[in-house]
Structures are given as structure tokens and as C-alpha cells.
């Protein structure tokens, strides 16, 4: 491959500020490349849209991060991977990495017990997609727990409230000493809820999808021989659709990333 296209950025992009979480796993395990990371703030959550309108927004996005140059697109929302990510593979032509895969691998690796849950948003869950994929790879045992107020209580900074103790022992509480060792975060903004989740569910394993999708990547650029050449310290590019001040203060709160400048990209 030619160096340009080596150098040219990763497209990151999520339906708001939980993709942040991938964003920094990949700043972390690859700092020489450049990054452009794309927030929907204007359409958020897409947990609850219908499949149609997830598509479109899926595809606007990937139009735009395409006409902005970049290498690879990868899909840092649970929701958008569950539905949208064959047509994006299919339409941009790009390699495309997702957040499901990954876990996926990630928790079929670490269960004993073949045994694994999988909390997310409403249209992860009705998606099926973790499911399917760990359907796949042989006979699992497998729960799937819809978590919707996991997000609104992460974005409002209740990381340590006791009400999300509280929402967590509910949702979570029915499978302490069961057969299920092994829970896949099948949300980027659940990561911020890791001690909670641990409090709830002693000793199982917890798999982050953030950090899983940003070694995939890695190693999906270094397979494609597309890895960045430069020595030097990869440039990021944020652009939001809406409230761009209220974004860059999600960021460093709960994803310890610093934003100086965001763009507005509206559809």
C-alpha cells in the first residue's frame, strides 16, 4: 500500500459520546494514527429508533467520514453494529470493524462454563446479534438482559449514585450464583460501569467491548498492511451534529478525553 493511504485516518463513529470509550482504546494501543471521530448528539440514543432510521443515520455518517479520506470505519455503537454494519461494509467499501465480533471472541475465550450474558440496549437485545454470532461458534448457553437505564445514568454522571447500585442489582442481580461466568458490555458507555457490574456479579468475567474492538483494529490494519508508517504522534478530528460544549465535557468526565476544538456536522 502506498504510505498515503497508510497515513490516512481511522473513521471512528458512534450515536454520541459512549464511543468515546473505543476511541481512547485505540488512541491508547495505536498513537500514530490519525483519528476522526464522528458523534451523533443530535440523533441520540439510537437504542430506541426503528431499524430503518438506524440505517440511514449508519449511512450518512459513513458518506461522510468516506468524503473526509479515511482507511477504515470502525462502528464504536452496539446498536449500529447489530443492524447496519453488512450494509456499510457493503456500501463504502472499506474495511469496516464493529464492536460485536470482537466480544464475541473475547467472551468465548474466557467462559468456562459456556455460559455468557449479554446486557445492551433495547435494539442490541431485540437484534439478536450477539446471540447469533455466539450461536455460531458452537453450544453456548447464552441470556441476553436489555439495560436501557445504564446509559441515561452514565451521561448524568451517577457512575457511583446508589440508585444505579440499585438499577444494576436489578437488571442483574438474578444471575449471582448461576452458571454464567462470563458477561459481555454490549454498549460502549457500559465500560464506565465496570465496579458497579463487579459489585453486582463477584467474580465474572466482564468483557469490554471497547477494549476488544480497538485490538481488533489493530490487528485488521497491521493483516491489510495499512498501519499508520508515521513516528509520530497521530492528530484527532471530532466533529458532533449538536450541542458540541456539552459533548466535550461527556468526553473528559467519563472517557478522560480533552477536546480543544469539535466541528458541527449537521445531515
Not at 437505564?149 to 454522571?157: D, G, I, K, T
Not at 444471575?175 to 459489585?199: A, M, N, Q, W
Not at 450541542?243 to 476544538?261: D, H, S, T, W
Request: aromatic content about 8%.
Amino acid at each position: 500500500m502506498i504510505s498515503t493511504l497508510n497515513n490516512a485516518p481511522i473513521g471512528v463513529f458512534d450515536s454520541g459520546v459512549g464511543g468515546l470509550t473505543v476511541y481512547r482504546e485505540i488512541r491508547k494501543l495505536m498513537p500514530f494514527e490519525n483519528i476522526i471521530y464522528f458523534g451523533d448528539t443530535m440523533r441520540v440514543p439510537y437504542g430506541n429508533k426503528s431499524e430503518e432510521n438506524i440505517k440511514l443515520f449508519a449511512m450518512e455518517i459513513s458518506e461522510f467520514l468516506v468524503s473526509r479520506g479515511v482507511k477504515m470505519i470502525v462502528v464504536a455503537c452496539n446498536t449500529v453494529s447489530s443492524i447496519a454494519l453488512e450494509l456499510i461494509k457493503n456500501k463504502t467499501k472499506l474495511p469496516v470493524v464493529g464492536v460485536i465480533k470482537p466480544g464475541v471472541d473475547a467472551a468465548i475465550a474466557r467462559t468456562k462454563n459456556k455460559a455468557i450474558i449479554v446486557i445492551g440496549t433495547r435494539a442490541t437485545i431485540n437484534s439478536h446479534s450477539y446471540l447469533n454470532e455466539i450461536k455460531t461458534r458452537g453450544d453456548f448457553s447464552v441470556v441476553e438482559k436489555a439495560c436501557p437505564l445504564f446509559v441515561p445514568l452514565v451521561e448524568e454522571n451517577f457512575i457511583e449514585h446508589k440508585a444505579t447500585a440499585l438499577i444494576a442489582e436489578t437488571y442483574l442481580g438474578e444471575f449471582r450464583k448461576s452458571i454464567y461466568d462470563t458477561i459481555i458490555l454490549g454498549c460502549t458507555h457500559y465500560p464506565l460501569l465496570k465496579k458497579v457490574i463487579e459489585k453486582t456479579l463477584k467474580d465474572i468475567n466482564i468483557v469490554d467491548s471497547s477494549q476488544t474492538c480497538a485490538k481488533y483494529v489493530k490487528k485488521m490494519l497491521d493483516d491489510l498492511t495499512l498501519a499508520s508508517r508515521s513516528k509520530k504522534n497521530g492528530w484527532s478530528d471530532f466533529y458532533v451534529s449538536d450541542k458540541p460544549q456539552n459533548f466535550m465535557e461527556l468526553a473528559y468526565r467519563f472517557a478522560g478525553v480533552k477536546i480543544c476544538k469539535i466541528n458541527i456536522k449537521k445531515f
